[in-house]
């Protein structure tokens, strides 16, 4: 007979099942679920999967079904109150009959936020704060857009061991090996959206989809291209996901919206356009992560700008000694002006390394 577990074991497990949900559910949060019944043994599970569907405790409460009275709900966002396009999942705990809810991070927003209250209100227990730190991390990207009113940015690199992205004489496939291009992939397919610069798209003319993951909601793929000058013949203007072209305010787009190809005008200066905006306008279309795969120049505004969140750097063991290095003036001048992160995890791929690190801002 499977054994009691641990909320704080139930908790882990809820994350787990949020983490399938990532890439899926914009502008919606991901969201895990574990049902304990009144014995503390699992009764049932649930992820959120898509925006529109189920939530995750309707979900874990109906494959409970009657083990759910009682029981425990263990979610890693505080369930929401209101009804949107499905029904509040306050309700939907107080009718199956649960006697306690654990919660790993609030809700912050207005319309959602405050479930907790209204399940006390009812005479349930509620605990908030298990597992916060990994209930906060798989959900970062939307806690960091609903706080902000901007996508979580995340920067993609792949360089040698001496931060060279390319040789002196321009080649550059490939720097890093076969499980590390794969791990692109896995990335692009949790993400909302994937953006590159006007430069990347010409020099390289990527397609930005993401292949090889099974069942993968596509990225919305993001080109900035000022004077609206993508050629028509661009890969990532094929049908395998859908496209936005980021150009400059008052520039004559015609020759793309004409072609079907959607447009997002947002104002510029003299050193390119208004990347802030940029994300603005992405944010306004639900897009609530995006993975930054442009070249040295656009990281480096990004940067400057304080536009990155996250970093997910692919290193080789190769050494070029010249050549393209991965990053661009960010308009940092001395060594107390380098933007310091927090590594958060790091992976072999085959031979080469992938380090993940946060920026570290002041609260």
Do not use: Y
């Not at 061991?161 to 791990?183: E, F, V």
């Not at 306004?284 to 480096?300: C, D, I, K, W």
């Not at 380098?338 to 801002?361: E, F, H, S």
Request: with cysteine; charged share 20%.
């Amino acid at each position: 007979m499977q054994q009691p577990v641990t909320i704080e074991s139930a908790m882990t497990r809820a994350v787990e099942l949020a983490a399938r949900g990532l890439g899926r559910t914009s502008p919606n949060p991901v969201v895990g679920c574990v049902v304990l019944d009144a014995d503390g043994r699992i009764a049932g599970e649930g992820w959120h999967e898509r925006a529109g569907g189920p939530h995750a405790e309707v979900v874990a409460l109906a494959a409970a079904g009657e083990r759910a009275r009682g029981g425990t709900a263990v979610v890693t966002l505080e369930p929401c109150r209101h009804t949107g396009r499905t029904g509040p999942c306050t309700s939907a705990l107080l009718e199956a009959g649960v006697d306690r809810v654990v919660v790993g991070v609030p809700d912050p927003t207005a319309t959602a936020g405050g479930g907790a209250d209204l399940l006390r209100e009812h005479g349930l227990e509620v605990i908030e704060g298990v597992g916060r730190e990994a209930a906060a991390h798989v959900n970062r990207a939307w806690l960091h857009a609903m706080a902000t009113g901007r996508p979580f940015v995340t920067w993609k690199l792949a360089s040698t061991l001496d931060g060279r992205t390319a040789a002196a004489d321009g080649t550059s496939r490939w720097i890093t090996g076969p499980d590390a291009r794969a791990a692109v992939h896995a990335l692009r397919a949790e993400r909302d959206a994937v953006l590159v610069g006007g430069g990347t798209l010409r020099a390289d003319d990527p397609h930005l989809a993401a292949r090889g993951i099974e069942g993968a909601t596509q990225p919305l793929r993001v080109v900035l291209d000022r004077r609206a000058e993508l050629p028509l013949t661009a890969r990532v203007l094929d049908d395998a996901a859908p496209t936005l072209v980021v150009v400059a305010g008052g520039t004559d787009a015609q020759r793309l919206t004409g072609a079907g190809v959607d447009v997002l005008a947002v104002p510029a200066g003299p050193d390119g356009l208004d990347l802030a905006a940029a994300l603005a306008g992405l944010h306004e279309r639900g897009v609530r992560s995006v993975l930054l795969e442009g070249g040295a120049r656009l990281a480096a505004s990004c940067i400057a700008a304080d536009l990155v969140d996250e970093v997910v750097a692919h290193i080789a063991p190769a050494l070029l000694g010249a050549g393209a290095p991965v990053l661009g003036d960010a308009g940092i001048t001395t060594i107390t002006e380098a933007l310091r992160l927090t590594t958060t995890d790091v992976v072999r791929l085959g031979d080469d390394i992938a380090v993940t690190a946060t920026v570290r801002r002041e609260r």
